[in-house]
C-alpha cells in the first residue's frame, strides 16, 4: 500500500532530459538482463550514412557504437536514485518476481526514410522507442543518429538497485520524439586555453548524452592559434601557446570522427579579421595594431590587439592557403564552417597601411571582399559558412543567402538576421554565456577601487538559462529560419579542469529547450519546478559517468518534491 501510493506519487516525467515530445510512462517494474541482446534487423539497410549528407561515418558504425555505449551506460554508469524518494522510503522493487527484458530489437523505419537528405531535418533524428510490460524493446527509426536519440533515451529509463541489478520502474514505456531544432550546440572556445583532445571528446559523449548535436569549436583567437596547418608550419609552431598545444590533423579527425559516432557534427570556426593577432607570430606582415600598448582597449576588447589587414593580397594567399588545407581535411564529417566577424575594431584598420581609414563606410567595401573571398573558397569545397551576427548587424554586409548568421545578442540580432533571408544560430550573452558569473581575468589598475571584480557577471543560473527562447522577438513568419542556438564556453578562465562544472548541468537547461522547445505541448513556457527535480535526476546520470556535473539543489529538495519550491 505504502509502495503504491509513492509510486503515484512520482511526477510521471522523471527520468528523461530533454524531455520527449511524446511520452508515456507506466508503473511496472521491468529488470535488464546483464547479457542483453541487441539484434539490428537487416543490418546491410544502414551500411549508409542516412539523413545528413555527410559521408562519415555509416549508420551501422553508428549504431553499433552506440550499443556499446548504452550497455556502458545501463550497466556500469548508473545509480540508485535515493535522492529522489521520501527519507527512508521503500522505493525499490522487491528482487522477485522478476519480469526481465533480455532483447531490444532495433528496425529501420520505412514509412519515414526518404533517402537523404530530408526536407525537414527534425525528421533525420525522429525515432520511436517501446517498452511493453512483459519486456519487449523496440527501437525504430529511419537513420542511424535516430537510433542514437532512441538508445540514448532507454540508457534514462534504469536504475540501479541497492541488492544488485539494473531496473526500469517505467514500464510499459512509449516514445515518439524528435527535435525542435536542428542546431544544438555548444560553442568550445579552445584558443583562450588549451583544451586536451581527450577532454573535448568527453564533452562530446556529454553533448550525445543531453542530445545535444553541433560542436562549434572556436579554434584560433588572438591569444593563441592551436591550429596545424600542415602547408604554414610556422602558423602553430609559433602561434600556440607551447610547441605541444597544438590540434594536428589528426586531432582533428579524432575529435570529428568521435562527434560522427555520437551523433554531434564537430566544425571549426577561424575568427577573423579581429580576434588573430596570434598570426603575427609567424607572419608579422598580415597583422596591423598587433599588441599595441599600453592602450590596447582603443584597438581590441582583450589583448593583444591586432587584426588581419583588409586589402592585401598577402593576406588573401595565406588565407587561401590555410582553408585549401583545412577544408579536405573537415568536410567528411561536417557541412559547417564559421569564419567569425565578431567584434571587429575600426581604429585598428587606421594603421593598416592597405586602407589607412578607420571609417566603416570606407572599410565596408574591404569587408565584403575579404568575406566573400572566404565564402567562395569554402562553397567550392562543399562547405556552408557561419558569420557572427555583426557582419549584418554592424556592418550590414551583403551576403549570400545560404550564409547562416550566428547570434549572441539575443532576440533582436536573431530577428534581424531571419528578417534579412538569413538562417539563424539563436544565443543570447544574457542568457547563454556559461563563462560568465567569474568576475574579472583583467587585473584592473585601480585596485580596491575595481570592488567587486565583477567581469561579465551574473552568473547564468541554469533557470537563465533554462528560461531563454530562441525564438524571442522573431517575426512568426522567419521562425522556420531560426534552426537553433548555442551555449557559449569562452575559455578567459575556464580549462579542462574545471571545464565540466561550469558547463553541466546548465549547458543540459539549454539542451532541453533546443531539443523540446521553450513550451511544452499545450504552449505554456516550461515549468521550473518540474524540470528542477527532473535535471537533478539527469545531474546523478552525468555524474555516474563520470562527469564533474554540479548540484541543482540539495537532496532535501529533491527528497520531497516542492518543498523548496516558493
Ligand atoms: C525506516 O523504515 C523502516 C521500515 O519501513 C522502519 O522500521 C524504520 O523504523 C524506519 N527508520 C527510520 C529512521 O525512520
Ligand atoms: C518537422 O517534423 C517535426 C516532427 O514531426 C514537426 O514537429 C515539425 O513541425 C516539422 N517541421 C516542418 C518545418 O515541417
Ligand atoms: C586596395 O588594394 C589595391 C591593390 O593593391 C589598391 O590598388 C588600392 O588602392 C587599395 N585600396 C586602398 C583604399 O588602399
Given at each position: 500500500?505504502?509502495?503504491?501510493?509513492i509510486?503515484?506519487?512520482?511526477?510521471?516525467?522523471?527520468?528523461?532530459?530533454p524531455?520527449?515530445?511524446?511520452l508515456?510512462?507506466?508503473?511496472?517494474t521491468?529488470?535488464?538482463?546483464?547479457?542483453?541482446?541487441f539484434?539490428?534487423?537487416?543490418p546491410e539497410?544502414?551500411?549508409r550514412?542516412?539523413g545528413?549528407?555527410?559521408?562519415?561515418?555509416?549508420?551501422?558504425?553508428i549504431?553499433?557504437?552506440?550499443?556499446?555505449?548504452?550497455k556502458?551506460?545501463?550497466?556500469q554508469?548508473n545509480?540508485?536514485?535515493?535522492k529522489?524518494?521520501?527519507?527512508?522510503?521503500?522505493?525499490?522493487p522487491?528482487?522477485?518476481p522478476?519480469q526481465?527484458?533480455?532483447?531490444v530489437?532495433?528496425?529501420?523505419?520505412t514509412s519515414?526514410?526518404k533517402?537523404?537528405?530530408?526536407?525537414?531535418?527534425?525528421?533525420?533524428?525522429?525515432?520511436?522507442?517501446?517498452?511493453?510490460?512483459?519486456?519487449?524493446?523496440?527501437?525504430?527509426?529511419s537513420?542511424?543518429?535516430?537510433?542514437?536519440?532512441a538508445?540514448?533515451?532507454?540508457?534514462?529509463?534504469?536504475?540501479?538497485?541497492?541488492?544488485?541489478?539494473?531496473y526500469?520502474?517505467?514500464?510499459?514505456?512509449?516514445?515518439?520524439?524528435?527535435?525542435k531544432?536542428e542546431?544544438?550546440?555548444l560553442?568550445?572556445?579552445v584558443?583562450?586555453?588549451?583544451?586536451?583532445?581527450?577532454?573535448?571528446?568527453?564533452?562530446?559523449?556529454?553533448?550525445?548524452?543531453?542530445k545535444l548535436?553541433k560542436?562549434?569549436?572556436?579554434?584560433?583567437?588572438?591569444?593563441?592559434?592551436?591550429?596545424?596547418?600542415?602547408?604554414?608550419?610556422?602558423?602553430?609552431?609559433?602561434?600556440?601557446?607551447s610547441p605541444g598545444?597544438?590540434?594536428?590533423?589528426?586531432?582533428?579527425r579524432?575529435?570529428q570522427?568521435?562527434?560522427?559516432?555520437?551523433?554531434?557534427?564537430?566544425?571549426?570556426?577561424i575568427?577573423?579579421?579581429?580576434?588573430t593577432?596570434?598570426?603575427?607570430?609567424?607572419?608579422?606582415?598580415?597583422i596591423?595594431?598587433?599588441?599595441v600598448?599600453?592602450?590596447?582597449t582603443?584597438?581590441a576588447?582583450?589583448?593583444p590587439?591586432?587584426?588581419l589587414?583588409?586589402n592585401s593580397?598577402?593576406?588573401?594567399t595565406?588565407?587561401e592557403?590555410?582553408?585549401?588545407?583545412?577544408s579536405?581535411r573537415?568536410?567528411?564529417?561536417?557541412?559547417?564552417f564559421?569564419t567569425?566577424?565578431?567584434?571587429?575594431?575600426q581604429s585598428?584598420y587606421?594603421?593598416d597601411?592597405?586602407?589607412?581609414?578607420?571609417?566603416q563606410?570606407?572599410?565596408?567595401?574591404?569587408?565584403?571582399?575579404f568575406?566573400?573571398?572566404?565564402?567562395d573558397q569554402?562553397r567550392?569545397?562543399g562547405?556552408?559558412p557561419i558569420v557572427w551576427?555583426?557582419m549584418?548587424?554592424?556592418?550590414?554586409?551583403?551576403?549570400?543567402?545560404?550564409?547562416?548568421?550566428?547570434?549572441?545578442?539575443?532576440?533582436?540580432?536573431?530577428?534581424?538576421?531571419?528578417?534579412q533571408?538569413?538562417?539563424?544560430?539563436?544565443?543570447?550573452q544574457?542568457?547563454?554565456?556559461?563563462d560568465?558569473?567569474?568576475?574579472?581575468w583583467?587585473?584592473?589598475?585601480?585596485?580596491?577601487?575595481?570592488?567587486?571584480?565583477?567581469g561579465c557577471?551574473?552568473r547564468?543560473n541554469?533557470?537563465?538559462?533554462?528560461?531563454?527562447?530562441?525564438?524571442?522577438?522573431?517575426d512568426a513568419?522567419?521562425?522556420?529560419?531560426?534552426?537553433g542556438?548555442e551555449?557559449?564556453?569562452?575559455s578567459?578562465?575556464?580549462?579542462?579542469?574545471?571545464?565540466?562544472?561550469v558547463?553541466?548541468?546548465?549547458?543540459?537547461?539549454?539542451?532541453?529547450?533546443?531539443?523540446?522547445?521553450?513550451?511544452?505541448a499545450n504552449?505554456?513556457?516550461?515549468?521550473?519546478q518540474?524540470?528542477?527535480?527532473?535535471?537533478?535526476?539527469?545531474?546523478?546520470?552525468?555524474?555516474?559517468?563520470g562527469v564533474?556535473a554540479?548540484?541543482?539543489?540539495?537532496?532535501?529538495?529533491l527528497q520531497?518534491?516542492?518543498?523548496?519550491?516558493?
Open positions: 500500500m505504502r509502495l503504491a501510493t509510486l503515484v506519487s512520482l511526477p510521471a516525467v522523471l527520468a528523461l532530459w524531455q520527449p515530445s511524446s508515456s510512462l507506466g508503473k511496472g521491468l529488470w535488464i538482463e546483464e547479457n542483453i541482446k539484434e539490428i534487423e537487416n539497410a544502414w551500411k550514412r542516412s545528413t549528407p555527410v559521408g562519415l561515418p555509416t549508420d551501422l558504425e549504431i553499433e557504437n552506440s550499443i556499446k555505449t548504452t556502458n551506460a545501463i550497466f554508469q545509480f540508485v536514485p535515493w529522489f524518494h521520501p527519507r527512508n522510503a521503500s522505493y525499490e522487491p528482487m522477485s522478476k526481465t527484458i533480455s532483447k530489437s532495433i528496425r529501420q523505419a519515414k526514410s533517402n537523404p537528405p530530408t526536407e525537414n531535418k527534425s525528421m533525420d533524428e525522429y525515432y520511436a522507442l517501446s517498452v511493453t510490460a512483459n519486456g519487449d524493446v523496440e527501437i525504430s527509426s537513420t542511424g543518429i535516430g537510433i542514437l536519440r538508445l540514448t533515451t532507454m540508457s534514462q529509463l534504469f536504475y540501479s538497485h541497492t541488492k544488485g541489478g539494473k526500469t520502474p517505467f514500464a510499459p514505456v512509449v516514445v515518439r520524439d524528435s527535435p531544432f542546431h544544438r550546440g560553442n568550445l572556445d584558443a583562450r586555453n588549451y583544451y586536451p583532445v581527450r577532454s573535448i571528446t568527453h564533452l562530446i559523449d556529454t553533448m550525445s548524452t543531453n548535436n560542436l562549434h569549436l572556436h579554434i584560433t583567437d588572438s591569444q593563441s592559434w592551436p591550429l596545424e596547418i600542415p602547408s604554414l608550419p610556422d602558423l602553430a609552431a609559433k602561434g600556440a601557446y598545444l597544438v590540434y594536428t590533423p589528426n586531432d582533428i579524432e575529435i570522427l568521435h562527434g560522427a559516432l555520437r551523433g554531434v557534427d564537430v566544425f571549426l570556426e575568427d577573423m579579421p579581429g580576434h593577432s596570434s598570426i603575427y607570430y609567424a607572419y608579422p606582415e598580415l596591423s595594431s598587433f599588441n600598448q599600453p592602450e590596447w582603443s584597438f576588447l582583450e589583448p590587439s591586432g587584426t589587414k583588409l593580397s598577402k593576406v588573401d595565406f588565407l592557403k590555410v582553408l585549401a588545407d583545412l579536405p573537415i568536410s567528411p564529417y561536417t557541412n559547417y564559421h567569425g566577424g565578431d567584434e571587429v575594431s585598428a587606421l594603421r597601411e592597405t586602407v589607412k581609414t578607420s571609417e563606410l570606407k572599410l565596408r567595401p574591404h569587408m565584403a571582399r568575406i566573400k573571398r572566404n565564402h569554402l567550392k569545397a562547405l556552408t551576427q555583426e549584418l548587424t554592424e556592418w550590414m554586409l551583403p551576403m549570400e543567402k545560404d550564409v547562416v548568421v550566428q547570434a549572441w545578442q539575443g532576440g533582436s540580432a536573431v530577428n534581424l538576421i531571419t528578417q533571408g538569413h538562417k539563424a544560430i539563436a544565443g543570447n544574457e542568457n547563454w554565456y556559461l560568465c558569473g567569474q568576475g574579472d583583467l587585473n584592473p589598475s585601480g585596485g580596491k577601487n575595481s570592488y567587486p571584480f565583477t557577471s551574473p547564468k541554469w533557470r537563465m538559462v533554462y528560461t531563454y527562447d530562441p525564438l524571442d522577438q522573431v513568419k522567419n521562425h522556420h529560419l531560426v534552426i542556438g551555449a557559449h564556453i569562452w578567459e578562465q575556464i580549462d579542462h579542469i574545471n571545464m565540466d562544472p558547463v553541466w548541468p546548465r549547458a543540459s537547461a539549454a539542451a532541453e529547450v533546443l531539443w523540446s522547445g521553450p513550451r511544452d504552449g505554456k513556457d516550461r515549468d521550473i518540474e524540470a528542477a527535480i527532473r535535471l537533478s535526476e539527469f545531474r546523478e546520470r552525468m555524474v555516474a559517468m564533474m554540479e548540484p541543482i539543489q540539495m537532496p532535501f529538495c520531497e518534491p516542492h518543498q523548496c519550491d516558493g
